[in-house]
């Protein structure tokens, strides 16, 4: 079973580095690293077959951001890795130098959660416009909106100087 | 000659869907493409996280407006699959028939647009006239053209009965025919595959390499189809080819999406000849038990990636929804350097980047009176309003 032979590999190659690693059911496998091994198990991960990184998730578990990355090979299997990182200092790094096309999954982390990709290339932000008032993240879970002065009006309402 | 920096988008650049490219042009060529996104985002991930399972149903349905069961599809797998409950084959077979009727609605939308942009609008209009008759099986299938509600937590909502298997069926010969046409076109004819072939380059490696999925990275020789590879609802019962095809370039992605819908044909007919007998749902607990679940479906534009996590109450704590597009706009900047910049909107078109079509029914106002149509009265209206106008449509299709 290809998810066994996974995390026996992981288990050979990352003692103590990789761990918490269940299979839920057949073609999935979840596991957990520290955010200082991240690049090195990614980078061991392809080599041992994981084709593609499917996206990047973030969570807001309070006092910690999770981040799960989604792995998977050429014959189904996924695998879910997940890293936490202290709210209070959300540093992470960037994945890019081994699957190029997830920056935009990393755009995703830095604009929605606020979380600081280091080493991501440089590029226009995604997904929130270009005039988004800094610190305000959405998907935190104490965010339930923008504070009222900093929703911007698109027109000025009569009355008011339209210059 | 020195380069010089132009926008195109963030309006229509090729679709009806905002994407703003920079594009840096040498000439006519384009020797670097940026992209920047996000002009449709509307907080869905977020505002799921504050409904309750079933309305959050409805509303990941619309997170496209073709790949609507894909999405709801690919979140009711994992809700499903957190909830341990184990889906009745027969709507499991439902919802495969849903899914391939989805992808063929939609990969004839898509060789319409293609047709469009490369100055043969014969071809759009023949495409797009078969895609009726799919739209009309849907909708007397789910009720809804685009938004099907097929789906509810433990199965499906509607049954297909006999009578509807034999429409489904009777359907099947005639688009087969007509798809063989358009496969004749897309292998045969020297102006179509002159205009496509050496455009938007996407090789293998790179398509590999920067994550492509769906018929973009098949139409480059990637052999992935989440439909084999990861299968889910009836996709492990039910015989199908993957299709690929080495040309790499917007030729390649044509023949892929043209002979997929031979194959989607082939899987209908099998579908609904061995629908399996039994009940379409089973009852889910409206409060889902904590845990997590990651779910894959191959949607026509590539595979669609969902992950939810549940906490025990009837709202779920986290929905990530990957769609395809996403994964697939890393590689068109690569496809559209070294081409012309009259290349663009097909290159762009070319991984059918989704956008939205939710007309149903109209409701006239005139006076007070409000009034909403069917859709066979809404075409007999649109033909009396061209005849007034003295065009005379209603001959055509008798």
Known sequence: ?163 | MSAIKIPVGPQHPALKEPAGFSLTLEGERIIDAEVRLGYNHRGIEKAAESRNYIQDLYLIERVCGICSHTHVTCFIQAVEEIAGAEVPPRAQFIRTIIGELERVHSHLLWLGVAGHEVGFDTLFMYSWRDREAVMDILALISGNRVNYSINTLGGVRRDIDADQARKILALLDPLIERTEYYIKIATNEPTFMGRLSGVGKLPKDVAEKLGAVGPTARGSGVDRDTRRDDPYAAYAQVPFKVITDNHADVLGRTIVRVFELLESYKMLRYLVENLPEGPITVKVPRKIRAGEAVSRYEAPRGEDIHYVRANGTDMPERVKIRAPTLANLASIRESLKGGFLADVPIVIAAIDPCFSCTDRAIRIVAGRRAETLDWLQLREYSIDWYKKRGIDLSRIGK
């Open chain 1, 1 to 163: 079973m290809p998810g066994a032979e996974l995390s026996n590999f992981l288990g050979e190659k990352f003692p103590g580095v990789v761990s918490n690693v269940t299979i839920p059911r057949e073609r999935r496998v979840f596991a957990e690293t520290t955010a200082d091994r991240l690049v090195e198990v990614t980078r061991a991960l392809k080599e041992w077959g994981m084709v593609n990184l499917g996206t990047i998730t973030g969570l807001d578990s309070g006092e910690q951001f999770g981040i799960i990355y989604h792995f998977y090979d050429a014959q189904g299997l996924v695998f879910n890795l997940k890293v936490f990182i202290p709210r209070s200092d959300p540093r992470v790094s960037t994945v890019t130098e081994v699957f190029q096309g997830s920056f935009l999954y990393e755009r995703e982390l830095m604009d929605l959660f606020g979380i600081e990709v280091i080493g991501t290339p440089p590029g226009p932000r995604y997904p929130l416009p270009d005039d988004w008032p800094a610190g305000q993240y959405p998907l935190r879970k104490d965010w339930s909106g923008l504070p009222p002065q900093a929703e911007k009006k698109p027109y000025p309402s009569e009355g008011e100087n339209r210059r």
